[in-house]
């Protein structure tokens, strides 16, 4: 089975604080994604890579940049963190374009 | 967890009955659809897939049902059971080349035993 770990469930950070939330993948594949899910709204893809050091934004990436030095793993780093990113993240990777994206458990960021 | 379920359609339905979950997609040109399924404090979960040649799929009890004319999807539940209450999310790849999954605002199931 695929498997998508995110390090951590739950985090709470301080306004300003640099918060990284990390990904890791086990099935070598090429395309990896971070969404940020909030009631009424579904999911927003923030950013996504389709290959190592390659990276591109999605619909909301102000305020979030992203790192992909080694393809299992996707960081997501929110520069200065603000109340407003207080949020569900979603990681999730697909081998191929018409293959169905798998999601990690999620991290639930409470920034205050 | 907070309830990704608020402020989303909801279906009930009573243990063992059939339910079926709708999906209008945006982009005539999305040639792969996923269905995910959500339980609260969790990752969505992969249920089933169709691609754009086909109109119908089936698995164990689920059955995806696409309809390219008027650009419909749907989810069927045979039995269903109080395990499926979730949110259901439907997902559509768009095509030319694109690999990004993008996904409608989900249903809450919520099964009565």
């Known amino acids: 089975d695929v498997k998508v770990t995110q390090s951590s469930r739950y985090l709470v950070k301080r306004t300003g604080e640099k918060v990284f939330l990390e990904c890791v993948q086990d099935?070598?594949?090429?395309?990896m994604f971070w969404y940020r899910q909030d009631p009424g709204l579904g999911l927003r893809l923030i950013y996504f890579?389709?290959?190592?050091?390659?990276?591109e934004k999605g619909d909301i990436p102000e305020g979030y940049s992203v790192s992909r030095e080694k393809k299992e793993r996707f960081s997501l780093i929110l520069e200065s963190a603000s109340t407003n990113q207080t949020s569900m993240y979603l990681c999730?990777?697909?081998?191929?374009?018409?293959?169905?994206?798998?999601f990690g458990q999620g991290t639930r960021l409470t920034v205050v | 967890g907070e309830n990704v379920g608020l402020h989303l359609p909801t279906l009930s339905v009573q243990e063992g009955d059939n339910s079926i979950i709708n999906c209008a997609y945006s982009?005539?040109?999305?040639?792969?659809f996923i269905w995910y399924k959500q339980e609260s404090g969790k990752g969505p979960q992969f249920i089933i897939d169709?691609?754009?040649?086909?109109d119908k799929r089936q698995g164990q009890r689920v059955t995806v049902l696409l309809n390219k004319t008027v650009k419909h999807l749907s989810l069927q539940i045979a039995a269903t059971q109080p395990g499926d209450s979730a949110v259901y999310f439907c997902?559509?790849?768009?095509?030319?080349?694109?690999?990004?999954?993008?996904f409608g605002r989900g249903t809450s199931l919520i099964v009565h035993p």
């Open positions: 982009n005539s040109a999305s040639d792969y």
């Open positions: 997902a559509e790849n768009l095509g030319g080349g694109s690999y990004i999954p993008t």
């Open positions: 999730a990777s697909s081998l191929h374009r018409d293959m169905a994206a798998f």
């Open positions: 890579s389709y290959d190592v050091k390659m990276k």
């Open positions: 099935m070598d594949h090429e395309n």
């Open positions: 169709i691609r754009s040649n086909m």
